[in-house]
Protein backbone atom coordinates (compact mmCIF):
# COMPACT_ATOMS: atom_id res chain seq x y z
CA UNK A 1 0.00 0.00 0.00
CA UNK A 2 1.23 3.64 -0.81
CA UNK A 3 2.35 5.79 1.88
CA UNK A 4 -0.03 8.58 0.55
CA UNK A 5 -2.84 8.04 -1.50
CA UNK A 6 -2.73 8.58 -4.72
CA UNK A 7 -5.39 11.44 -4.40
CA UNK A 8 -4.19 12.60 -1.21
CA UNK A 9 -3.90 16.49 -1.38
CA UNK A 10 0.07 15.95 -0.36
CA UNK A 11 1.43 15.07 -3.95
CA UNK A 12 0.63 18.29 -4.95
CA UNK A 13 2.05 20.23 -2.02
CA UNK A 14 5.72 18.74 -2.97
CA UNK A 15 8.79 20.53 -4.93
CA UNK A 16 10.94 19.48 -7.03
CA UNK A 17 15.29 19.12 -7.59
CA UNK A 18 14.24 22.54 -9.34
CA UNK A 19 12.47 23.57 -6.00
CA UNK A 20 8.77 24.16 -8.45
CA UNK A 21 5.75 21.81 -7.60
CA UNK A 22 6.25 18.12 -8.95
CA UNK A 23 3.64 15.65 -7.98
CA UNK A 24 5.80 12.64 -8.96
CA UNK A 25 2.34 10.23 -8.24
CA UNK A 26 1.34 9.77 -11.96
CA UNK A 27 5.42 8.73 -12.97
CA UNK A 28 5.16 6.60 -9.46
CA UNK A 29 2.19 4.58 -10.34
CA UNK A 30 3.52 4.66 -13.99
CA UNK A 31 6.84 2.53 -12.61
CA UNK A 32 4.10 0.84 -11.00
CA UNK A 33 2.60 -0.32 -14.04
CA UNK A 34 5.65 -1.14 -15.67
CA UNK A 35 5.99 1.87 -18.19
CA UNK A 36 9.54 1.70 -16.77
CA UNK A 37 11.19 4.10 -19.14
CA UNK A 38 8.97 7.25 -19.39
CA UNK A 39 8.65 6.82 -15.69
CA UNK A 40 12.82 6.74 -14.96
CA UNK A 41 13.11 10.06 -17.07
CA UNK A 42 10.24 11.74 -15.35
CA UNK A 43 11.54 11.02 -12.00
CA UNK A 44 15.52 11.41 -12.59
CA UNK A 45 14.74 14.87 -14.46
CA UNK A 46 12.63 16.02 -11.41
CA UNK A 47 13.48 14.47 -8.04
CA UNK A 48 17.21 15.08 -8.52
CA UNK A 49 19.29 18.16 -10.09
CA UNK A 50 22.46 18.88 -9.74
CA UNK A 51 22.87 17.78 -6.16
CA UNK A 52 19.34 19.69 -5.24
CA UNK A 53 16.53 17.39 -3.79
CA UNK A 54 13.23 18.48 -2.67
CA UNK A 55 9.81 17.29 -0.62
CA UNK A 56 8.60 15.25 -3.93
CA UNK A 57 11.95 13.16 -3.93
CA UNK A 58 11.98 12.36 -0.06
CA UNK A 59 8.04 11.41 -1.30
CA UNK A 60 8.77 9.02 -3.97
CA UNK A 61 11.69 7.38 -1.84
CA UNK A 62 9.09 4.47 0.43
CA UNK A 63 7.16 4.32 -2.88
CA UNK A 64 10.20 3.55 -5.23
CA UNK A 65 11.39 1.07 -2.76
CA UNK A 66 7.80 -0.68 -2.35
CA UNK A 67 7.68 -0.64 -5.95
CA UNK A 68 10.76 -2.31 -6.32
CA UNK A 69 9.80 -5.17 -4.19
CA UNK A 70 6.57 -5.30 -5.28
CA UNK A 71 7.85 -6.18 -8.96
CA UNK A 72 11.42 -7.52 -7.79
CA UNK A 73 12.92 -4.56 -9.61
CA UNK A 74 16.64 -5.38 -10.69
CA UNK A 75 16.57 -2.18 -12.19
CA UNK A 76 19.91 -0.05 -11.33
CA UNK A 77 17.73 2.75 -11.64
CA UNK A 78 15.41 2.05 -8.93
CA UNK A 79 18.92 1.77 -6.08
CA UNK A 80 20.92 4.56 -8.04
CA UNK A 81 17.98 6.96 -7.39
CA UNK A 82 17.64 6.58 -4.15
CA UNK A 83 21.44 6.65 -3.38
CA UNK A 84 20.99 9.82 -5.63
CA UNK A 85 18.51 11.48 -3.50
CA UNK A 86 20.45 10.05 -0.04
CA UNK A 87 23.97 11.38 -1.16
CA UNK A 88 21.86 15.39 -2.29
CA UNK A 89 20.07 15.01 1.20
CA UNK A 90 23.10 14.14 3.27
CA UNK A 91 25.36 16.32 1.14
CA UNK A 92 24.25 19.35 0.27
CA UNK A 93 23.25 21.50 2.81
CA UNK A 94 20.65 23.51 0.66
CA UNK A 95 18.47 20.47 0.73
CA UNK A 96 15.90 20.50 3.35
CA UNK A 97 15.39 18.20 5.61
CA UNK A 98 12.70 15.46 5.50
CA UNK A 99 9.70 16.29 6.37
CA UNK A 100 8.23 15.25 9.74
CA UNK A 101 5.25 13.65 8.19
CA UNK A 102 7.39 11.08 6.08
CA UNK A 103 10.39 10.81 8.57
CA UNK A 104 9.24 7.06 9.82
CA UNK A 105 8.35 6.12 6.25
CA UNK A 106 11.54 7.11 4.85
CA UNK A 107 13.60 5.81 7.10
CA UNK A 108 11.72 2.07 6.75
CA UNK A 109 12.09 2.40 3.37
CA UNK A 110 16.43 2.35 3.34
CA UNK A 111 16.23 -0.64 5.52
CA UNK A 112 13.70 -2.45 2.94
CA UNK A 113 16.23 -1.05 0.27
CA UNK A 114 19.02 -2.64 2.20
CA UNK A 115 17.39 -5.79 2.59
CA UNK A 116 16.65 -5.87 -1.14
CA UNK A 117 19.99 -4.47 -2.47
CA UNK A 118 21.66 -7.49 -0.14
CA UNK A 119 18.89 -10.39 -2.15
CA UNK A 120 19.77 -9.15 -5.08
CA UNK A 121 23.48 -8.56 -4.80
CA UNK A 122 24.50 -12.00 -4.93
CA UNK A 123 23.53 -13.01 -8.90
CA UNK A 124 23.94 -9.03 -9.80
CA UNK A 125 26.05 -8.71 -13.16
CA UNK A 126 25.43 -5.78 -14.43
CA UNK A 127 27.95 -2.92 -13.55
CA UNK A 128 25.40 0.02 -13.37
CA UNK A 129 23.31 -2.23 -11.25
CA UNK A 130 26.40 -3.46 -8.74
CA UNK A 131 27.84 -0.09 -8.06
CA UNK A 132 23.80 1.23 -6.99
CA UNK A 133 23.79 -1.54 -4.84
CA UNK A 134 26.81 -0.98 -3.33
CA UNK A 135 26.26 2.60 -2.86
CA UNK A 136 22.83 1.56 -1.16
CA UNK A 137 24.55 -0.76 1.13
CA UNK A 138 26.95 1.88 2.32
CA UNK A 139 24.06 4.78 2.63
CA UNK A 140 22.03 1.90 5.15
CA UNK A 141 24.92 1.11 7.02
CA UNK A 142 25.16 5.42 7.37
CA UNK A 143 28.74 5.60 5.06
CA UNK A 144 28.31 8.61 3.37
CA UNK A 145 31.58 8.77 2.26
CA UNK A 146 31.05 5.43 0.49
CA UNK A 147 28.14 5.82 -0.35
CA UNK A 148 28.38 8.78 -2.16
CA UNK A 149 31.66 7.60 -4.06
CA UNK A 150 29.80 4.87 -5.07
CA UNK A 151 26.99 6.97 -6.59
CA UNK A 152 28.58 9.71 -7.71
CA UNK A 153 31.62 8.79 -10.08
CA UNK A 154 31.46 6.47 -12.65
CA UNK A 155 33.57 3.51 -13.38
CA UNK A 156 35.60 5.68 -15.32
CA UNK A 157 36.27 8.22 -12.90
CA UNK A 158 37.02 5.61 -10.19
CA UNK A 159 39.49 4.20 -12.04
CA UNK A 160 41.18 7.60 -13.13
CA UNK A 161 41.82 7.71 -8.89
CA UNK A 162 45.48 7.80 -7.93
CA UNK A 163 46.30 4.28 -6.68
CA UNK A 164 43.82 2.21 -9.31
CA UNK A 165 45.04 -0.35 -11.23
CA UNK A 166 43.65 -2.83 -13.42
CA UNK A 167 45.42 -5.23 -11.69
CA UNK A 168 42.84 -4.44 -8.65
CA UNK A 169 39.99 -5.69 -9.83
CA UNK A 170 38.71 -9.48 -10.41
Known amino acids: MSLLAWTDERWYTLLSGYRDLYNPADALQALEQGDFTLAWDELWENLHH???VDTAAYAAVPEIV???????????????????????????????PIPEWLMDAYERAWV??????????????????VTSLLSVLAFAKGNRTIGTFAIDLTEEEQQALPGWQANDSP
Open 50 to 52: RGD
Open 66 to 96: RIAWQLKLKDWNAFALVAAIEAARLNNDRNP
Open 112 to 129: DMATLALHIYPKAEDPAL
